[in-house]
Structure formats: structure tokens, C-alpha cells
């Protein structure tokens, strides 16, 4: 299968595959991250928002090379940030008070390869950054708008990435959010599992495999408070560290 840029609304049910080597999806590059950004979203392939889901046996694969119709972008250079992004609202979804509940399982992530020097800040040869991206769907926080931390239920399980910048990686869980990370295999990641400024939440990882981590080997599991001004917008009451 192979399809573009994909957004879903406050979608409840289940995505099957009929299995990871049956059921592939494939990025058509030319990924419109230029809208994307002009409405205050991450660049991203598949944006899930709000609702109960489930997605099961399949994989997720980008071709070599750039991904992004648009030229190269600060930053990000010509990479795309994830192929999934999962959060309970964004500006144009906005429904903060919603509990949004993921449930992601044995399902393959397969990152592609470009010119490093097309990687903008990274500088490295991964087209896209994330495998999976829980947390806010905003390139920057709007003037005049509080985006309350994220709400939802979020397991990742029996799953395998090969090939990013992060495998997955939550930023901005609440008081009311979880994330499971569990069974899972991480292969050729920069940092494999990385999660940053979140409050209150509780956060689990287990029985994974990190295998042939590149270049920061040290960092297969990275936890930092700094929110590097995306919180700047977000009321932090009480304010506790994140349980691990």
C-alpha cells in the first residue's frame, strides 16, 4: 500500500494488517510539510488526534531519500519528523479536556536513508527523525493559547523500529497520561527511547532489545526535563516529576 500524508480525527476503532510482511505502507514522497507547519503542526506522515485507537500487524516504511515536498526547512532540514504522531488535540482539533487512548502492536517502523548533509541540525542519514511521536502537535505554541500536557493512554507493544534519529519518544505527558513501552525491538537508533518534559505522568519500560545503537550508544534510554520553551504556553500544577 502506498499513501501520503494522512490525518484522522477522533477516530474509534482498530487498523489490522494481515500481518508485518503482508500489510506495508509506504510513503509516496512529497510529504506538504509547508501546510503543515502554516497550521502550527509537526511535520509528520500519519497524524492521529484524539479518539480510541488501535493499530496492529503491519509496517511502516519510507523510501531513500527526501521525503518533504518542500525544500530544505531550519531545523529539520529536508527530513520529515515522524511517521506517527499521537496526542488528545492540536489546534485544529482542539480538545484538551479529551482522553485519547493508543494502543500500538507488532508493528514493524522502517526509516529511510539521504544525504546527511540534508539533515538539517542532526546532520545525519535518516529521511524522517521519529518512528512514533506521543506528546504536542504544535510547531510552536500560539500567542494567546494554553495547551494543557497530554492526556491519554499509550502502549506500544511487540514492535520493531529500525533506523531513526528517536524509535519513540513521549514529550509533554500529564498528570493523566500514561506510556508503555514493552517487548519491543530497537534496531541501528540514535537514541532508541527518549522522553523529555513530562509531569506527573507515569511512564513504563520493559523487556526490550536495543541492538547496533549508533553514534550516542550511551543514550539507549533518555529522560530530560528540559522542555526547551514548547511549554512555554502550559500551566505545570502540581509540578512532580515524571514516575519511570
Known amino acids: 500500500y502506498y499513501t501520503g500524508a494522512v490525518e484522522i480525527y477522533g477516530f474509534h476503532g482498530t487498523v489490522k494488517g494481515a500481518g508485518t510482511t503482508k500489510t506495508i505502507m509506504n510513503l509516496i514522497p512529497g510529504i506538504p510539510v509547508e501546510d503543515q507547519l502554516n497550521n502550527n503542526q509537526c511535520s509528520a506522515w500519519w497524524r492521529m488526534i484524539g479518539g480510541d485507537i488501535t493499530l496492529s500487524d503491519m509496517t511502516f516504511k519510507t523510501p531513500d531519500g527526501s521525503l518533504v515536498k518542500e525544500g530544505f526547512l531550519d531545523f529539520y532540514g529536508k527530513d520529515l519528523y515522524t511517521i506517527l504522531i499521537f496526542n488528545n488535540y492540536n489546534d485544529l482539533y482542539f480538545h484538551p479536556d479529551e482522553f485519547q487512548k493508543v494502543e500500538v502492536t507488532r508493528v514493524n517502523f522502517y526509516g529511510g536513508y539521504d544525504n546527511p548533509e540534508d539533515g538539517g541540525y542532526f546532520k545525519s542519514d535518516h529521511n524522517v527523525l521519529l518512528g512514533i511521536w506521543i506528546g504536542f502537535d504544535y510547531w510552536w505554541p500560539a500567542d494567546g493559547v494554553s495547551y494543557p500536557l497530554t492526556k491519554g493512554s499509550y502502549v506500544i507493544n511487540d514492535c520493531f523500529f529500525e533506523h531513526f534519529v528517536d524509535a519513540a519518544e513521549g514529550f509533554s505527558l500529564g498528570e493523566y497520561a500514561s ?24 511512564i513504563v519500560i520493559k523487556n526490550n532489545i536495543f541492538s547496533n545503537t549508533e553514534t550516542y550508544g550511551v543514550n539507549e534510554i533518555g529522560i530530560w526535563d528540559a522542555d526547551f520553551g514548547y511549554l512555554g504556553n502550559t500551566q505545570i500544577l502540581p509540578l512532580k516529576p515524571c514516575r519511570y
Do not use: G, I
Not at 508503555?180 to 537508533?189: A, P, S
Not at 527518549?194 to 507515569?202: K, L, P, T
Open 179 to 202: 506510556m508503555v513501552v514493552e517487548n519491543c525491538v530497537l534496531n541501528k537508533n540514535w537514541w532508541p527511547l527518549y522522553f523529555r518534559a513530562n509531569y506527573n505522568s507515569d
